[in-house]
């Protein structure tokens, strides 16, 4: 392990594949995003910083401090970006549903900004910014809403997360690192 002078040793991020589940250990001998990082960050406590499901992929924040684990987990204290795409096709008065907000069993679910950003046949590209993260949070924000042309619910087919606050994914998938002191300011620096 090669640890800079200028790092962080507070934080570090993963670029989770999809496949890997977020625990620590899984009675169904799933493959967990530890057996990605060194054995040491197990066992010195490390413990990820929210969640990303099975099928997602993209950036996980780990600490061994818990408060700076519930300051970046606390709804409204951090912007979360995310490029998905959607099977179906997301009109503008889906994208106005979706930051007005949609009531679902787990509550209110919305998004700050959600910008299309592609079309391939029946699919969308978009880029949606989120200040919270509820269990499935995008998935069912966009799972509630139906497409004008099939009259199908619309489905996140791959959600990848891009950044958080300040920080932005800049490592390959399944690889890892510490974040700078630099970047560790700037990503607390609005809590």
């Known amino acids: 392990?090669?640890?800079?002078?200028?790092?962080?040793?507070?934080?570090?991020?993963?670029?989770?594949?999809?496949?890997?589940?977020?625990?620590?250990?899984?009675?169904?001998?799933?493959?967990?995003?530890?057996?990605?990082?060194?054995?040491?960050?197990?066992?010195?406590?490390?413990?990820?910083?929210?969640?990303?499901?099975?099928?997602?992929?993209?950036?996980?924040?780990?600490?061994?401090?818990?408060?700076?684990?519930?300051?970046?987990?606390?709804?409204?204290?951090?912007?979360?970006?995310?490029?998905?795409?959607?099977?179906?096709?997301?009109?503008?008065?889906?994208?106005?549903?979706?930051?007005?907000?949609v009531e679902s069993p787990y509550g209110l679910l919305k998004a700050l900004e959600v910008e299309k950003t592609g079309m391939a046949k029946a699919k969308t590209k978009l880029r949606v910014k989120i200040d919270e993260g509820k269990n499935r949070h995008i998935r069912r924000l966009f799972g509630s809403l139906k497409d004008p042309k099939f009259k199908t619910s619309l489905k996140v087919l791959s959600l990848s997360r891009v950044s958080i606050g300040d920080f932005k994914l800049d490592i390959k998938s399944g690889e890892w690192r510490f974040l700078s002191i630099k970047e560790e300011k700037a990503l607390m620096k609005n809590l």
């Not at 413990?47 to 996980?60: C, Q, T, V, Y």
């Not at 606390?74 to 998905?84: G, L």
């Open 1 to 101: 392990m090669n640890i800079e002078l200028d790092d962080s040793k507070k934080l570090l991020a993963l670029n989770k594949p999809k496949g890997y589940i977020v625990t620590r250990s899984d009675d169904l001998g799933r493959k967990t995003v530890y057996d990605l990082l060194p054995d040491w960050v197990f066992s010195d406590g490390w413990m990820p910083i929210g969640r990303l499901d099975l099928e997602s992929k993209g950036l996980l924040l780990f600490t061994r401090d818990g408060k700076i684990g519930n300051l970046l987990t606390k709804p409204k204290n951090c912007i979360k970006v995310y490029e998905i795409w959607v099977r179906g096709h997301v009109t503008h008065e889906h994208i106005l549903k979706t930051i007005k907000g």
